[in-house]
């Protein structure tokens, strides 16, 4: 009966231990403008656009955008502007992403933020626009996309097998020890 437990137990920290790879390997909303440590400046009418992505040399696949917008004239940032961002891939004339309306960041009510991703590498372009009422005010952003190094992809593949095997021996290990015990014991 105390192995029964003993095996339940231990096939419930491994489902446990999968889980929690898995849930961890699940992509996260990234919304941490802590994290944009590089902004480019443009100027679009009486404003100046900062904007910073996430990840800073992005790759294809998921890019974030965090942007603020002050008035040129009096340096003051604007809380509540409507900022539209359309994107242009490489060797395209028409716009692929977008429109997106940014959203105002709630820790922070003077960023505002956009989630896209890209599908190929090159240069893209990013028409930030703000629209106020005196009407459109446009910026262009140029986004240097490359391809991401599978490298990365596999030192972590190979880290979670070598975890998952050392688990398993430590399992395998201290299940043939309880064995090795109750033998001995009914002996």
Do not use: C
């Not at 996260?28 to 944009?36: E, L, P």
């Not at 890209?118 to 240097?144: C, L, M, N």
């Not at 599978?150 to 399992?171: M, N, Q």
């Amino acid at each position: 009966m105390a192995l029964k437990k003993s095996l339940l137990l231990h096939w419930v920290l491994i489902l446990v231990a999968m889980l929690t790879v898995v849930g961890s390997s699940l992509p996260v909303v990234a919304y941490a403008n802590g994290r944009v440590t590089n902004f480019e400046l443009k100027t679009a009418g009486p404003y100046e656009i900062a904007l910073g992505t996430i990840p800073p040399s992005p790759s294809v696949g998921s890019l974030h955008f965090t942007m603020s917008v002050s008035h040129i004239a009096t340096n003051t940032l604007v809380l509540d502007a409507q900022i539209v961002v359309v994107g242009t891939g490489p060797g395209s004339s028409e716009s692929e992403i977008g429109p997106i309306v940014a959203a105002n960041n709630l820790q922070d009510p003077s960023s505002y933020d956009v989630n896209t991703a890209v599908d190929r590498e090159g240069t893209w372009v990013f028409r930030t626009t703000i629209i106020d009422s005196d009407g459109e005010h446009s910026a262009d952003f140029q986004v240097e996309v490359k391809n991401a190094s599978p490298i990365t992809g596999i030192l972590t593949l190979g880290v979670l097998v070598a975890f998952l095997v050392v688990f398993g021996l430590s399992i395998r290990a201290s299940l043939g020890g309880r064995r090795k015990r109750s033998k001995k014991q009914n002996a």
